[in-house]
């Protein structure tokens, strides 16, 4: 079973860009396929974006593609999200998640998580 602790949270202008680090232990990471969500007080815990487990293939939501870039680092067992342009909307605690069985494809089955980080995005 993977763990997973995500860091890299914090306080920004609106404009300005975070990079989330997603360390994974207990298992190599080159088995999973990876995600990001977030969850924004008040609201449902929403799809941010998804990297196949070669890193071959990303997946966004609308409103941050051209912003946001989710990457892989195998060989460091951690997964990123480098988050650019920031708006006072991506406000939020961001949790990286794990999908064991999704071999090709849209990752969809997280089943791992990991306790999440804030990301404050002043205006």
């Known amino acids: 079973q993977v763990q997973l602790v995500e860091s890299g949270g914090g306080l920004v202008q609106a404009g300005g860009s975070l990079r989330l680090s997603c360390a994974a232990s207990?298992?190599?990471?080159?088995?999973?396929?990876m995600g990001w969500f977030r969850q924004a007080p008040g609201k449902e815990r929403e799809f941010v974006a998804a990297?196949?487990?070669?890193?071959?293939?990303?997946y966004y939501r609308d409103s941050v593609k051209g912003r946001f870039t989710i990457s892989r680092d195998n060989a460091k067992n951690t997964a990123y999200l480098q988050m650019n342009s920031l708006e006072p909307e991506d406000t939020a605690v961001y949790y990286c998640?794990?999908?064991?069985?999704?071999?090709?494809?849209?990752?969809?089955?997280?089943?791992?998580w990991g306790q999440g980080t804030q990301v404050t995005v002043s205006s």
């Open positions: 207990g298992r190599t990471l080159s088995t999973y396929a």
């Open positions: 998640a794990a999908d064991r069985q999704t071999r090709w494809g849209r990752p969809t089955s997280f089943d791992y």
């Open positions: 990297i196949t487990r070669s890193g071959g293939s990303t």
